[in-house]
T-cell receptor
Framework: LAKTTQPISMDSYEGQEVNITCSHN???????ITWYQQFPSQGPRFIIQ???TKVTNEVASLFIPADRKSSTLSLPRVSLSDTAVYYC????????????FGSGTQLTVLP | DGGITQSPKYLFRKEGQNVTLSCEQN?????MYWYRQDPGQGLRLIYY???????QKGDIAEGYSVSREKKESFPLTVTSAQKNPTAFYLC????????????FGPGTRLLVL
């Protein structure tokens, strides 16, 4: 299985940029790394997905180094409504190709 | 409206009782998944199915059973063998080509009486 590791929690202030890193060893070489956002008592929601280098959409950027052993979700200018848990998702390499969610990072945005 | 639905929103189980959680999707997705989430914890995979009439165990399948008789439906039964079933259960679906992009339902919260 791929083991994905994220910081348990992070605090930030409104308007700041937030970077959340996920470490993933033994992930598949040809599959996406995906990030999700989850609010309390709701299902996770897709944020962004990438394979390598940098991907940007209207809400976030995703940085993936060449060795793909980690990925960093970047949220520009966070607001109070970005307070949520953020998960990375990756597929294990080798014969264990099961998808594994990270343990999640609780982001708290302060006024 | 395309989407994935789960019912009921809350479910109460008595000791020794089997209960079934419903999950339906109209996204025409081949793959479907069941996750369990305990308070303050991440998502753990119970079962997944990549095609009709086929499914595989995830990390915590003991005490659970599933069926996949129709593409749109992937019900989860929590059996009496699951001794600690109280949790938030999430169903998701995806295409087979991109299983990393999963669409989640609103969840079912299961409580034991």
């Amino acid at each position: 299985l791929a083991k994905t590791t994220q910081p348990i929690s992070m605090d930030s202030y409104e308007g700041q940029e937030v970077n959340i890193t996920c470490s993933h060893n033994n992930i598949a070489t040809n599959d996406y790394i995906t990030w999700y956002q989850q609010f309390p008592s709701q299902g996770p929601r897709f944020i962004i997905q990438g394979y390598k280098t940098k991907v940007t959409n209207e809400v976030a950027s995703l940085f993936i180094p060449a060795d793909r052993k980690s990925s960093t979700l970047s949220l520009p200018r966070v607001s109070l409504s970005d307070t949520a848990v953020y998960y990375c998702l990756a597929r294990g390499g080798g014969s264990a190709r099961q998808l594994t969610f990270g343990s999640g990072t609780q982001l708290t945005v302060l006024p | 409206d395309g989407g994935i639905t789960q019912s009921p929103k809350y479910l109460f189980r008595k000791e020794g009782q089997n209960v079934t959680l419903s999950c339906e999707q109209n996204l025409n997705h081949d793959a479907m998944y069941w996750y369990r989430q305990d308070p303050g914890q991440g998502l753990r995979l119970i079962y997944y199915s990549q095609i009709v009439n086929d499914f595989q165990k995830g990390d915590i399948a003991e005490g659970y059973s599933v069926s996949r008789e129709k593409k749109e439906s992937f019900p989860l039964t929590v059996t009496s063998a699951q001794k600690n079933p109280t949790a938030f259960y999430l169903c998701a679906s995806s295409s087979r080509r991109n299983q990393e992009t999963q669409y989640f339902g609103p969840g079912t919260r299961l409580l034991v009486l």
